[in-house]
């Protein structure tokens, strides 16, 4: 093993139920009911693929951009100021750099919200590689993002790159990509999900994939 591919939002931050809202408060702006729990079934996919789930494609091609611009625009002014950390994220940062692996970030926000999230994390010093929407024409559960992360860890061989997340579209993704999968069930993510998903382990959060880590894939490969 020489490099681990983080998704962010519910793998190292607390931001799913946020993300949530969100969703929910930028479809009822636009006289679009829907349900919270379902909606945050559909949370780590981006934007393009999430709206299909509630909306049809005629009403995407006419306003999807005009809703995902209202959605980014009020979870940056009313939901990022709330979200936080995941306990022990650098410090699971700081073992994977001491056991000598390089450190990559692959998420379906904007560029300027991975920088943020960096920010948050605290972690920036520590992350080698930085993939986002931006690298990407589709969200996941397509592999494209994973596929940016890999040609930017050049030189290394897929074999030799692990992908955590905390869904099944992250696991979907990375396997498309021909990459294996950590999962952890931050996120909220049920366990039989994640398995059924293609995840060869599965933690609970970052500090216990940090108390694992000497009997963890990052180390044994």
């Not at 093993?1 to 946020?18: E, N, Q």
């Not at 299909?52 to 951009?65: C, D, S, W, Y």
């Amino acid at each position: 093993m020489r490099a681990v591919i983080f998704d962010i939002d519910g793998t190292l931050l607390d931001s799913v139920d946020l993300h949530a809202r969100a969703w929910v408060e930028a479809f009822a702006h636009f006289g679009v009911e829907t349900d919270e729990a379902e909606v945050r079934s559909q949370i780590g996919k981006g934007g393009d693929e999430l709206m299909p789930v509630f909306l049809p494609k005629e009403r995407i091609a006419r306003e999807g951009t005009e809703i995902e611009t209202f959605r980014s625009d009020l979870f940056k002014a009313k939901y990022l100021p709330e979200v936080r950390s995941f306990p022990a994220v650098r410090p699971l940062f700081e073992r994977i750099r001491k056991a000598g692996l390089t450190i990559a970030l692959a998420s379906s926000g904007k560029g300027p919200e991975v920088e943020r999230y960096q920010d948050i994390l605290g972690i920036a010093d520590l992350v080698d590689v930085v993939t986002s929407s931006d690298d990407a024409e589709r969200s996941k559960p397509h592999p494209d993002i994973f596929e940016a992360a890999v040609r930017k860890l050049d030189g290394l061989g897929k074999d030799e790159m692990i992908v955590i997340g905390d869904t099944p579209y992250d696991a979907e993704a990375a396997s498309k990509a021909g990459l294996r999968t950590i999962g952890v069930l931050c996120g909220g993510f049920p366990e039989a999900d994640l398995s059924a998903a293609g995840c060869i382990a599965i933690y609970r959060n970052p500090q216990d994939l940090l108390d694992g880590f000497e009997r963890s894939p990052l180390a044994i490969g």
